[in-house]
């Protein structure tokens, strides 16, 4: 037993303390040997590649780091295991000698696996010799073992993995898993995080490797999270779009990668006759669309974002967004042996515990940082460049080892580790981002800008006069809806309420709730148009004196703060015209998501949603024999004319309007008649002869199906009312 003054021993710990550290020790020691158990020896020999290692040496390794670091200098009376296992095990740690080069582990065939456990067992003792005399003097080396330890475990099945894969036989390492469910994943939508002055890293209480620290301010630009994972699904879309032999979504290095080691799938994905198969833990499968797409390296995470005009995370904005969510219960420990599909709910999902995300962050150390002195210093610090941060855990990582701070990183090309993708995209800086969002846009593989931007003035004019055609049935038919129902809708408001109206436009619709509910005290539109918007308010604050209007010039689908008149009342949402239909099943998602943070608890929201009907019916509404809407659609080009100084020839656009069966929406474009080149804001973009720029969708509903996606959101269908044909419906949800 180690010799310790009198004085310490006065301080020691408790007898259960010294009891709770070794139970932790031997939980995490048992935990690292029970990933064995289906191994055979000639399985913890192999060696599959340069950057895995033997199960074998695993296990060697992380009884080395215990006996070099705490017993030899610590245990009296300790005596080393075998001498020659110091220059057989050492990893990297320079400070300590030479050791065996890494990419030769799968040599090493003595010692012999007996030999290794043996080796385990009596370094185990020596611990618990060392432990009962209590490890307040080397707690945080002990944390540091026992975390060390725990990121072996997860490396053993990242190897074995990549070992098995690579035979013909594709063994697997765990029972197979029962096929694959057909649920879809829910859409993906962004969650907005506004940003400023936030504070990332380790905040003190708990253990931390030194590169979580230390903790600093950084300053975030206003940021978009997408609240899940890209799945598989999404990854095959990539796939056949040509993802990767398009050479322009690639970083170069990335494309010579792809090109030098032949890249066309995501590692372990393998052709089969009836589509891809990938190799998992628990043996080769047919790859399950909904599932998070795994084992991609940074490159093709860059690449992929690229594609879907989006980007990565920094890692900043990664943790400003996941600090405020609970761990309780959102890790399952080395059982779960793959990710999981992203059920609906709120907020972020699959933050913890499923894949590692990649981040756009370089490797680098925190303003401040100083590694620790001695060998353990080598831990993280001397491998801070040509690396990338990754961050959340993955299903691999044992429960309770990661954290909101935690730091891992990969070299940009490794794909072993159990890695997968979450976008991200810039958030909204200032009151307008119409040149941000035409930028953006434009640069995309396939060019589109937003349909909010459709409504300037003029582009507000012409959409009164679109409601007007005999071809364009939404309007009338809505509005005779509206003013049957209105008496209904008016029964659902309470007295004194708020109307919060969102892309009140010239507020027509409005009219027919306000003249049947005249308990409502205030009236809020939203509009991203400020001179519609100040019209509206006008007319509606002279034809209605007793009623408070308070408008809010915003881009609705980002609104965050009701106007004052507003507060403290029941509110009610007002969404009319099926607007909700330019969204994509995402964006509409998570537009009613912010918009039931909006409103609040409670409260009522009444949206118009058209229907599916007939090709015919749909393709003339938007694309009237009088040009109105062409001359709409077109308006948007002049508008980037004349407040981004573009050079747009609108004579060379014409204007297409297209049913799309498969996604359930009309499409409008304005197609390039010619080979030609715009400028934009000082940047060129090359349009080829028939290459569209998508302005819009209009997507078509059913009621079942819209109060599924509301559902997601966090409303319920409380009331629906569906019009004669062509068929349009108005429903009342609840939050």
């Not at 004085?7 to 550290?21: F, G, S, V, W």
């Not at 507000?460 to 809708?489: H, K, M, N, Q, V």
């Not at 308010?537 to 915003?554: H, K, M, N």
Request: glycine share 8%; with cysteine; proline share 7%.
């Amino acid at each position: 037993m180690a010799q310790i003054p009198e004085e310490a021993r006065l301080r020691a710990p408790a007898p259960a303390a010294e009891a709770a550290a070794l139970a932790r020790y031997r939980a995490v020691r048992h935990a690292t040997e029970a990933l064995t158990r289906s191994l055979t020896p000639e399985d913890q020999l192999a060696q599959s590649m340069p950057d895995a290692s033997p199960t074998k040496w695993h296990l060697a390794h992380t009884t080395w780091f215990f006996e070099t670091f705490l017993l030899a200098p610590r245990l009296a009376g300790y005596k080393v295991f075998d001498p020659r296992f110091h220059y057989l095990f050492n990893s990297y740690y320079e400070a300590l000698g030479p050791r065996q080069p890494r990419p030769q582990r799968g040599l090493l065939t003595r010692p012999s696996l007996a030999d290794v456990i043996a080796y385990r067992a009596h370094v185990d003792a020596g611990m618990a010799r060392l432990l009962a005399d209590g490890a307040e003097d080397f707690a945080e080396l002990l944390d540091l073992g026992l975390a060390h330890e725990e990121q072996h475990q997860e490396l053993i099945l990242m190897d074995i993995l990549h070992l098995f894969s690579s035979s013909p036989l594709k063994p697997a390492y765990a029972p197979p898993r029962a096929a694959p469910g057909a649920a879809a994943a829910p859409p993906m939508a962004f969650l907005d995080f506004q940003g400023g002055l936030v504070e990332i890293g380790h905040g003190g209480q708990g253990f931390a490797f030194d590169n979580e620290g230390p903790r600093h301010k950084v300053w975030l630009e206003p940021f978009r999270l997408a609240d899940r994972l890209v799945t598989n699904g999404e990854w095959l879309a990539f796939m056949a779009d040509g993802g990767y032999r398009r050479p322009e979504l690639w970083l170069s290095e990335g494309w010579a990668r792809v090109q030098a080691e032949g890249w066309e799938a995501p590692l372990y994905w393998e052709r089969d006759q009836g589509g891809w198969k990938a190799m998992t833990l628990h043996g080769l499968r047919p790859v399950d669309p909904p599932q998070p797409v795994s084992h991609v390296s940074f490159y093709e995470a860059e690449a992929y974002a690229a594609w879907a005009g989006a980007r990565l995370p920094t890692e900043a904005e990664w943790e400003h967004a996941a600090g405020g969510l609970a761990l309780d219960g959102a890790l399952p420990g080395v059982g779960r042996l793959e990710p999981a599909p992203a059920a609906p709910g709120h907020g972020l999902k699959q933050m913890f515990g499923d894949l590692w995300e990649w981040t756009r962050s370089a490797y680098s150390p925190y303003p401040g940082f100083r590694p620790a002195g001695g060998a353990v210093g080598e831990y993280n610090g001397k491998f801070m460049a040509g690396q990338f941060v990754m961050r959340g855990g993955a299903c691999v990582t044992p429960a309770g080892h990661v954290r909101p701070s935690y730091r891992n990183f990969f070299y940009p090309q490794q794909r072993w580790m159990f890695s997968g993708v979450r976008l991200a995209k810039d958030g909204v800086s200032g009151a307008s981002t119409f040149e941000d969002d035409v930028l953006e846009g434009l640069a995309r593989p396939r060019k589109s800008v937003p349909p909010k931007y459709f409504y300037d003035a003029e582009g507000s004019r012409l959409f009164e006069a679109i409601c007007e055609l005999a071809e364009y049935y939404p309007t009338r038919t809505e509005t005779a809806l509206l003013g049957r129902i209105a008496p209904e809708i008016a029964a659902a408001i309470p007295d004194g309420a708020a109307l919060v109206e969102f892309g009140s436009g010239a507020s027509s619709k409005t009219r027919l709730v306000l003249d049947a509910a005249p308990q409502l005290a205030v009236y809020a539109p939203v509009d991203i148009s400020p001179e519609a918007l100040a019209a509206a308010a006008r007319a509606i604050a002279a034809d209605y004196p007793g009623l408070t209007v308070a408008p809010l010039v915003e881009d609705f689908t980002r609104a965050l703060e009701l106007p004052r008149a507003a507060s403290g009342r029941p509110v009610v949402g007002f969404f009319p015209g099926s607007t909700i239909g330019n969204f994509t099943p995402g964006e509409a998602q998570a537009f009613l998501a912010g918009a039931r943070r909006l409103l609040g608890e409670g409260a009522a929201f009444v949206v118009g949603i058209d229907l599916v009907k007939d090709a015919g019916t749909l393709v003339a509404a938007y694309d009237d024999g009088l040009g109105v809407t062409a001359a709409f659609n077109r308006n948007l080009l002049a508008r980037m004319n004349r407040e981004l100084d573009a050079d747009f020839d609108l004579d060379a656009f014409a204007h297409r309007a297209v049913w799309n069966a498969d996604e359930s929406r009309i499409e409008m474009h304005l197609e390039s008649t010619k080979a030609q080149t715009v400028h934009v804001a000082g940047r060129a973009f090359a349009f080829s002869a028939g290459e569209t720029l998508h302005t819009e969708n209009s997507y078509k509903f059913t009621v079942d199906g819209f109060a599924r996606l509301a559902e997601r959101a966090g409303w319920r269908l409380e009331r629906e009312w569906v019009s004669p044909a062509p068929a349009f419906a108005v429903v009342l949800l609840r939050a």
